[in-house]
């Protein structure tokens, strides 16, 4: 009867110590809903940051020239600390002599970060979600390699164009096809 008791009184206390939404680990959350009417489709960036709102991003950066692990480890706790003094809050984490991770809380500011670090003089690259920024350390040949929005969306539009071009001539090329051949049989049929 005492062993009873006691697993009733303990069964009592876990109910009441649920804790809130926003204090329980990320994959205990109820995800936020997204409502996708309200945003704009046309830009990627900004699909992603509705839907990472909330949720821990990891983005990468690596330092221009060749720096050793305390150099790069010196910059980025710079970068670092004035992304705390603008109230972005991240942890840094240095995985090589040029490299570093940025892991932030809320995945919906890692835009916003990526837009101060690709303005420092000696951040070469930011990597968020598998996309490539580079920085203004960047070398020519990686600011060049790196497709701007409207270029890209200008060939984008051309390749659309050559495709039914070239669609509309294999149409007329096939039809043009079986207007030779009737005239090959005629001909052989005479």
């Known amino acids: 009867m005492y062993y009873n008791v006691i697993t009733i009184i303990i069964k009592q206390e876990a109910d009441e110590d649920e804790l809130p939404n926003d204090e329980l680990p990320e994959w205990k959350r109820e995800p936020s809903k997204v409502d996708m009417s309200k945003l704009d489709t046309s830009d990627p960036e900004n699909l992603l940051k509705a839907t990472k709102k909330?949720?821990?991003?990891?983005?990468?950066?690596?330092?221009?020239?060749?720096?050793?692990?305390?150099?790069?480890?010196?910059?980025?706790?710079?970068?670092?600390?004035?992304?705390?003094?603008?109230?972005?809050?991240?942890?840094?984490?240095?995985?090589?002599?040029?490299?570093?991770?940025?892991?932030?809380?809320?995945?919906?500011?890692a835009w916003e970060v990526k837009d101060f670090l690709v303005n420092q003089d000696r951040c070469e690259e930011v990597t968020i979600e598998g996309k490539s920024y580079p920085g203004k350390g960047a070398s020519k040949d990686k600011k060049e390699n790196q497709p701007s929005k409207k270029k890209d969306s200008d060939s984008k539009k051309d390749d659309k164009k050559t495709k039914k071009k070239d669609k509309s001539k294999e149409k007329s090329g096939s039809s043009d096809k079986k207007d030779s051949k009737k005239k090959n049989t005629e001909k052989t049929e005479l």
């Open 54 to 109: 909330g949720k821990t991003l990891m983005m990468f950066a690596s330092v221009s020239g060749n720096p050793t692990q305390e150099e790069t480890e010196k910059i980025t706790q710079i970068w670092a600390g004035s992304l705390f003094n603008a109230n972005m809050e991240t942890q840094r984490y240095v995985v090589s002599e040029n490299r570093v991770i940025f892991m932030l809380k809320d995945g919906s500011m």
